[in-house]
């Protein structure tokens, strides 16, 4: 028998490189097995949504983040998994 570890995720904002933050951006927005629907530069008030890989869907109930006025992006990480069909 199979055993897959558990995922657990928590809803955390967190920081650009100081360097993004002195030019008034955010870094990139995290996301497993997703990419986001937006492009750099990341500036405060920039809204990214996210889209699943081919084979996976949403597994959280967060839909975008936000760069915030700090250098973090709202939310958390936006996370994504496989699609599982029973047999």
Known sequence: MWSFPLL??????WPASSQDVDQGTCGT????FAWPNCH???YYGTVCTF???SGYVPST???SSTCLSNG???G???ICQPIITGK
């Open 29 to 32: 927005p995290l996301a497993h």
């Open 76 to 78: 958390g990480v936006y």
């Open 8 to 13: 657990i995720m928590a809803v955390v904002a």
């Open 61 to 63: 109930f967060m839909t």
């Open 40 to 42: 750099p530069p990341y």
């Open 72 to 74: 973090m992006w709202s």
């Open 51 to 53: 889209r699943c890989w």
